[in-house]
């Protein structure tokens, strides 16, 4: 499948002046009268347009349809496939090498450049990517399923009738772009920059708003584009209007007539587009060569802590979104807008406490702050403060703190800062000149509050702090900077290696999942021995590249490493173990008991034995009863063991861990019992959990015959981990259709104490199972539920999942809501499972089966 060269886009953009004529009488900043259109840029957002092959659902009596339909993808991994999916028509009649007459990286002053953001995705993944996307869907069950559907449709615009059983292959995919205008507007202050994004400036303004998510998304983090050749530059605009200031006696605001946008500033009113505040010297210096001012006796030497531009900002970040936004909420839009979070009560944050293990970004993401808000960057370490002599560091303090303030703006970041000031409590040896140092740090940071200084500081241990620091006020919000999740990951790796030359055909995810609990340094070595290797070899980076780097490390905090940061989408892959975790453990199983239809009995009886002894353990122990140690779930197949293991697991809140016999067997001696060790090892670390283990008569059963030394090795390690494993959160739940098909050993006290059947559900549990799997189905409001209930006594649950099913299938071809004939049709087509189940005589004719059972 091979892709063109050309730079194709959906559309060709309205020239410059029919946009200025346009947007001329247009409202939308939120600068009123002061509006002006200072810049316009071209912007290419770069998707991938994938063609597909499916087959319509259309029925098992009535055949199918076979059809195609397309899907635009990210091509940058910034997850705004939901937006992009309103583009999809427009990309049937590509114009071709619709880009080749826009100048890019041309910096002219009325309309700035054309921007060309290139694909950051490996052709390859995209490719992948639907599928995989499909594929996850057909793992999920019950109403998961029908809500990740839903969310399927809505990312990628896929069809109403679209079935993902009817999935056939990617038939297409090809490169190209949305491109927009990106206008950007300032207001009366020369700091005030709002961005607009625009395709037909004509359009009415809900058009305009459909494209709002691209303004959102640049503002969110203003120099984004920087890498592609766009930032949005104040500085640049505030040195223009300085020129005018001196060639006028009229304000900022004023002189449109002589602005360099070359025509009459637009007018506006109101809009919620976002806007960053930008804040400039006005001591006199050139603006793009700023000074660091020396205050007078001091010697501390200013230029040796001061980065007066830092070059850097949030989207040179890799990842960390929950830490840039908590940052983005407590410190940069205060600073943006201050009056309105005056007016709410809401002060700025003036200090803020970084925490976590060496080497993940502490000291890169102080510098990242004071660039997103354009401040100076003062940077110091207890190296530049201590002393031997006496009295000396309190004065290096005292200084550190005036050049702060002769640089404001600034962010005031502190490494180490437990090497400054570390934790007194209960230290007697504390000598005077350490008490003076951390009696005049108290002081400066209390003092320096009304100062246009954010101050940071950065510890691996927060706690390692000095308690009176700590209580100071200064240092309220404390933000963790823990080891890089997958996704930060992946943008670290993105990151180090932009800029060099990388094979087109490279993929990030086998050494982003081989590198969980890495620090970030670690990655940016990784990828520098990446290059290094590829370098000697002559050729561009590639997967083996960065993979042999991968083998050839490990992490710097192994230490600092609790399993479950390390965890990947919420799973745990403990050390040492074969099976892989991520294959076995549903972290949220999305189900509970609503999700379960009739059994109230059994239920209520699984809240009175499980539930609620491990939700009150200690009242329990205190009465001496312990928490179950297993459960034993059986009953004929099809009636919901399965799916009632994961309700429970959901009541509880725990995760939810499903094996089968394949799962843990081997033709290999000894290895059935250490997949068992591993299996309760994998529990063990996602506690607390429910460890469902499916046919377990197929792991254990009867030994009442010989057996193999590998099954007795299998059941003897079964039976030592479950007798331990509800010390460590983890209720293990077995499955099978007979109780006495199960090793006696494992059904005597002390395993499986509680045994629970699952019969067929009788008539209002019928009713209940369907009317869940027909709940976020279109259905007519006039059913006759015992017509199409009463005839399907003896179903099992399957089957009446698979009947709600069948009648929506009819449904869909009529192109109507579900109606009584689809659902008696439905029924006529439907039959019961357990008919058919050769062990029916014998589960019927056995003592431990209900009345029910022996019907």
């Not at 020396?294 to 802590?305: F, L, R």
């Not at 993105?494 to 993929?507: F, I, N, S, V, Y």
């Amino acid at each position: 499948m091979g892709l063109s060269p050309y730079i194709y886009a959906d559309r060709r953009l309205p020239d410059e002046a029919t946009v200025r004529e346009t947007l001329a009488d247009r409202a939308l900043t939120k600068f009123g009268d002061d509006e002006r259109l200072e810049r316009l840029h071209r912007v290419f957002y770069p998707v991938f347009r994938v063609e597909y092959r499916y087959e319509t659902g259309e029925g098992k009596l009535f055949g199918t349809e076979e059809r195609t339909a397309a899907a635009l993808l990210d091509g940058l991994w910034e997850d705004n496939d939901d937006a992009l999916a309103r583009y999809t028509d427009g990309t049937d009649d590509l114009v071709r090498r619709a880009t080749g007459d826009y100048d890019f990286g041309a910096d002219r002053p009325t309309l700035g450049r054309s921007v060309l953001m290139q694909f950051q995705v490996p052709t390859d993944e995209a490719e992948s990517l639907l599928p995989r996307r499909i594929e996850e869907y057909r793992k999920q069950r019950g109403n998961t399923a029908n809500v990740f559907l839903r969310k399927l449709r809505e990312s990628y615009g896929l069809p109403g009738d679209f079935d993902p059983d009817g999935f056939d292959a990617v038939t297409d995919i090809e490169r190209c772009y949305l491109p927009f205008w990106l206008a950007e507007f300032h207001g009366p202050r020369s700091d005030d920059v709002a961005l607009v994004a625009l395709r037909d400036p004509g359009a009415p303004a809900d058009e305009l708003r459909r494209h709002g998510w691209l303004s959102t998304f640049v503002s969110e983090q203003p120099r984004r584009l920087a890498a592609f050749g766009y930032e949005a530059d104040p500085d640049r605009v505030e040195r223009a209007i300085r020129e005018r200031i001196g060639q006028s006696d009229e304000g900022a605001a004023g002189g449109s007539g002589d602005s360099d946008t070359g025509g009459e500033p637009t007018r506006g009113e109101s809009s919620d587009a976002p806007t960053i505040n930008r804040q400039g010297s006005d001591d006199g210096r050139p603006e793009d060569e700023p000074a660091v001012v020396q205050p007078d006796g001091v010697e501390m030497q200013a230029e040796s802590v001061v980065e007066p531009n830092p070059d850097r900002s949030f989207a040179d970040v890799g990842g960390m979104s929950e830490l840039l936004d908590t940052l983005n909420h407590k410190v940069v839009r205060p600073l943006a807008d201050p009056e309105a979070f005056e007016e709410y009560g809401i002060g700025v944050v003036n200090g803020v406490l970084l925490h976590g293990p060496p080497g993940c970004g502490k000291t890169h993401v102080a510098g990242a702050l004071a660039g997103e808000i354009d401040h100076a960057l003062v940077e110091v370490g207890p190296a530049d403060v201590t002393s031997k002599y006496m009295g000396e560091p309190a004065q290096k303090v005292e200084e550190l703190f005036d050049i702060a303030r002769a640089n404001a703006p600034c962010v005031l970041f502190i490494d180490e800062i437990d090497g400054i000031a570390g934790d007194r409590d209960g230290d007697s040896n504390m000598n005077s000149s350490e008490q003076q140092l951390v009696n005049q740090l108290l002081t400066e940071l209390e003092g320096i509050a009304e100062e246009d200084v954010v101050v940071v500081g950065a510890t691996n241990l927060v706690e390692d702090v000095d308690g009176a620091i700590r209580r100071s006020g200064r240092f309220d919000e404390r933000v963790e900077v823990p080891p890089p999740d997958a996704e930060a990951r992946r943008a670290i790796l993105k990151l180090h290696l932009a800029g060099r030359p990388t094979a087109e055909d490279l993929a990030l995810e086998p050494v982003v999942e081989a590198t969980a609990g890495y620090a970030a340094s670690d990655l940016e070595l990784l990828a520098e021995n990446a290059a290094r290797q590829a370098l000697r070899e002559d050729a561009p980076i590639g997967t083996a590249h960065l993979q042999a780097a991968a083998d050839d490390s490990q992490t710097s905090i192994p230490d600092w490493i609790d399993p479950a940061d390390a965890a990947e989408g919420g799973v745990v892959q403990p050390d040492g173990v074969d099976l892989q975790a991520t294959t076995l453990v549903e972290p949220d199983p999305g189900r509970d008991f609503t999700s379960v239809g009739g059994m109230d009995e059994l239920k209520e009886r699984l809240r009175n034995t499980v539930i609620e002894p491990v939700r009150n353990s200690e009242t329990y122990d205190e009465y001496g009863i312990d928490v179950l140690s297993g459960l034993l779930l059986y009953g004929p197949p099809g009636c919901g063991k399965t799916h009632l293991a994961g309700a429970l697991a959901g009541e509880l809140g725990h995760s939810f861990i499903e094996v089968t016999p394949a799962d843990l067997s081997s033709k290999w001696m000894g290895e059935p019992a250490s997949n068992v060790a591993d299996l309760f090892e994998i529990a063990r670390a996602n506690a607390p959990c429910v460890l469902f283990i499916d046919e377990i008569d197929g792991v254990a059963g009867s030994r009442r015959g010989s057996t193999s030394d590998n099954q007795q090795q299998l059941v003897n390690q079964l039976l030592t981990e479950v007798e331990g494993a509800a010390e460590h959160d983890v209720v293990t739940v077995g499955a099978t259709n007979f109780v006495e098909d199960v090793d006696g050993a494992l059904r005597r006290s002390g395993r499986f104490d509680e045994r629970v059947e699952v019969p067929p559900p009788d008539t209002s549990a019928r009713r209940e199972i369907l009317e869940i799997h027909l709940s976020e189905r279109p259905i007519a409001d006039d059913i006759d539920w015992d017509a199409v209930v009463d005839p399907t006594e003896g179903y099992a649950a399957s089957d009446i999942e698979l009947l709600a099913e069948d009648a929506a299938r009819h449904a869909l071809r009529d192109g109507s809501e579900i109606r009584q004939d689809h659902l008696e049709t439905a029924v006529w087509e439907t039959h019961s499972s357990i008919e058919d189940w050769g062990e029916k005589e014998r589960y019927a004719e056995n003592d431990l089966t209900s009345q029910l059972g022996r019907q």
